[in-house]
Nanobody, 122 residues
Framework: QLQASGGGLVQAGASLRLSCAASRRTFSNNAMGWFRQAPGKEREFVASINWRGVSTDYADSVKGRFTISRDNAKGTLYLQMNSLKPEDTAVYYC?????????????????WGRGTLVTVSS
């Protein structure tokens, strides 16, 4: 139901755009989020966007560098990542909530896609 793509190996300072295609059932009326998990670490919140796309929330570590957006007509979620740092290296997951507002907590999200690996070299 969710499929993330766009990861890859880049150098520090580069940009990447992640995409997440969702089925109508998982996308409609639901907030969406991006999370990431680095090796040996717990999954952490990155960004969230509400159903209408007018409210967003970011982790402090990515604020000002990452931008979350969504195209409801296409059923696609995006994460534009600029000025990437080695500490951004992780598997990135997209997730769909069961409600409209943004959320930082994993248990708010019902549907999870397979992750896409982002590796940032120094």
């Amino acid at each position: 139901q969710l499929q993330a793509s766009g990861g890859g190996l880049v150098q520090a300072g580069a940009s990447l755009r992640l995409s997440c295609a969702a089925s109508r059932r998982t996308f409609s009326n639901n907030a969406m989020g991006w999370f990431r998990q680095a090796p040996g670490k717990e999954r952490e919140f990155v960004a969230s966007i509400n159903w209408r796309g007018v409210s967003t929330d970011y982790a402090d570590s990515v604020k000002g560098r990452f931008t979350i957006s969504r195209d409801n007509a296409k059923g696609t979620l995006y994460l534009q990542m600029n000025s990437l740092k080695p500490e951004d290296t992780a598997v990135y997951y997209c997730a769909a909530s069961l409600s409209s507002p943004t959320s930082r907590t994993t248990n708010t999200y019902r549907y999870w896609g397979r992750g896409t690996l982002v590796t940032v070299s120094s």
